[in-house]
């Protein structure tokens, strides 16, 4: 298991963290999706041989958010 913390930009409520954890939530190899609204930071452990780090980010991206 890995875990990275990623900064990401334009979450600001509620919906920003639902919106977050259930799409990064939802692909394999991903077991923990925590989002830090206070620090505009992402927290995901994953299984590295299931899923990349690019994944990732472009399922963030996807949601309309801003990985910096």
Same mark, same amino acid.
């Given at each position: 298991?890995?875990?990275? +913390? $990623?900064? !990401?930009?334009?979450?600001?409520? &509620?919906?920003? !963290? %639902?919106? @977050?954890? &259930?799409? =990064? &939530?939802?692909? #394999?190899?991903? %077991?923990? !999706? %925590? =989002?830090? $609204? #206070?620090?505009?930071? =992402?927290?995901? $452990?994953? %299984?590295?041989?299931? !899923?990349?780090? #690019?994944? @990732?980010?472009? +399922? @963030?991206? #996807?949601? &309309?958010?801003? @990985?910096?």
């Amino acid at each position: 298991m890995e875990n990275i +913390t $990623l900064s !990401v930009q334009g979450m600001s409520c &509620g919906h920003c !963290v %639902n919106a @977050i954890e &259930g799409s =990064v &939530g939802q692909v #394999d190899g991903v %077991n923990q !999706v %925590n =989002v830090k $609204l #206070d620090s505009a930071q =992402v927290e995901v $452990l994953f %299984n590295e041989s299931q !899923v990349s780090i #690019d994944k @990732i980010k472009e +399922t @963030i991206e #996807d949601q &309309g958010y801003e @990985i910096e």
